[in-house]
């Protein structure tokens, strides 16, 4: 099963803060990031783990709450280039393939 | 370093014909894997494969079959194309006993008319 993920679109102002929602019905053992730029492919933000471990290359915040199966990735003083869609991916079964179930995205446009 | 490649990067398809998509990777990965992006989907996992010589079904495999028969090259193959199969396809690349970030390709634009 695919997690949700909400909001589904959102638009801001630069500066303004935002919140992207994923939720799993399946007990997880990690949550990844990507985001995607319009006719490109998607691009790795962060993993985080079970027991509190994040491994991330941008300076982005997010939360793993294991035992409501939520994520969040938290956007702050938003700039134009946070513009994408974002996708989260689960992994339900212990990293020992690194296979994930993406969500359907949400789709972030930063305007002037 | 190239990273992920992938090839053609477009193709037009009639039904019922068939064709092979190569993702090719020199990170020296033991993972990689096939997804399928459709509007308002998101990624779908077609096939994957966490060795040489070894692959498994992901969550939409029906109509594709894939090889690894070298580590660094995964090839998807479609034997008789639907119109559904019109997709973009990305390949993803990762190291093993992660979780580690998954490296994708550019993506090919397939149609099938």
Same mark, same amino acid.
């Given at each position: 099963?695919?997690?949700?993920?909400?909001?589904?679109?959102?638009?801001?102002?630069?500066?303004?803060?935002?919140v992207? %929602?994923?939720?799993s019905?399946?007990?997880? @053992?990690?949550?990844h990031?990507?985001?995607? /730029?319009?006719?490109e492919?998607?691009?790795?933000l962060?993993?985080?783990? /079970? #027991? #509190?471990?994040q /491994?991330?290359?941008?300076k982005?915040?997010?939360?793993? %709450?294991?035992? /409501?199966?939520?994520?969040?990735?938290?956007?702050?003083?938003?700039?134009?280039? @946070?513009?994408? +869609?974002?996708?989260?991916? +689960?992994?339900?079964?212990g990293?020992?393939?690194?296979?994930?179930?993406?969500?359907?995205?949400?789709?972030?446009?930063?305007?002037? | 370093?190239?990273g !992920?490649?992938?090839?053609p990067?477009?193709? !037009?398809?009639?039904?019922?014909?068939?064709m092979?998509l190569?993702c090719?990777?020199?990170?020296n990965?033991?993972?990689?894997?096939?997804?399928?992006?459709? *509007?308002g989907? &998101?990624l779908?996992?077609?096939?994957y494969?966490?060795g040489?010589?070894? =692959?498994?079904? &992901?969550? !939409?495999p029906? &109509?594709?079959n894939?090889?690894?028969?070298?580590?660094?090259n995964?090839?998807? &193959?479609?034997?008789?194309?639907? *119109?559904?199969? =019109?997709? !973009?396809?990305?390949?993803?690349?990762?190291?093993?006993?992660? *979780?580690?970030?998954?490296?994708?390709? *550019?993506?090919?634009?397939?149609?099938?008319?």
């Open positions: 099963q695919q997690p949700v993920q909400s909001p589904q679109a959102v638009i801001l102002r630069e500066g303004e803060d935002a992207i %929602n994923c939720s019905s399946k007990a997880l @053992y990690s949550v990031w990507y985001r995607q /730029k319009h006719g492919a998607p691009v790795f962060m993993i985080l783990l /079970k #027991g #509190g471990e /491994k991330g290359h941008e982005i915040s997010a939360s793993f %709450n294991e035992k /409501k199966q939520q994520s969040s990735l938290y956007l702050t003083a938003s700039q134009l280039s @946070y513009s994408g +869609t974002y996708f989260c991916g +689960t992994d339900s079964y990293g020992a393939t690194n296979k994930l179930i993406f969500g359907t995205g949400t789709l972030l446009a930063v305007q002037p | 370093n190239a !992920v490649t992938q090839t990067k477009f193709r !037009v398809l009639k039904t019922g014909q068939s092979t190569l090719a990777q020199d990170m990965h033991e993972y990689m894997y096939w997804y399928r992006q459709d *509007p989907m &998101g779908r996992l077609i096939h494969s966490v040489e010589g070894t =692959t498994a079904k &992901g969550e !939409v029906d &109509g594709y894939v090889s690894r028969l070298k580590k660094q995964f090839l998807l &193959g479609l034997e008789s194309a639907a *119109p559904s199969q =019109t997709s !973009v396809y990305f390949c993803a690349s990762s190291y093993s006993n992660g *979780p580690y970030e998954q490296y994708f390709g *550019p993506g090919t634009r397939l149609t099938v008319t």
